[in-house]
């Protein structure tokens, strides 16, 4: 599996990371007002996850690995698969 690297852009307020693959951006990460959204291949692309996390403008300590992981593992379906896709995961 190619190696996406997350940058992260915005530490709060939004918490927000670029996704890259080498030095093409592949994916677009920001938690703002209690939700996570990735969109793929960059900001107003397809969205590809929208999740609710605890965090609101911020990831709580022990969620952040979890939500950050499944980000990546959304980018790389996006990738293989083609497939434009929204899940909608609400607590």
Known sequence: MTKIKLTLTCYACPEQYNAFIGDKQVGYLRLRHGLFTVDCPHVGG????????????????????????MAVERIHLYLKSGIIST????D
């Open 46 to 69: 397809a969205e590809v996850l929208c999740v609710k996390p605890q965090g609101d403008g911020i990831f709580e300590i022990e969620e952040r690995d979890k939500y950050l992981k």
């Open 87 to 90: 899940n909608y995961e609400l």
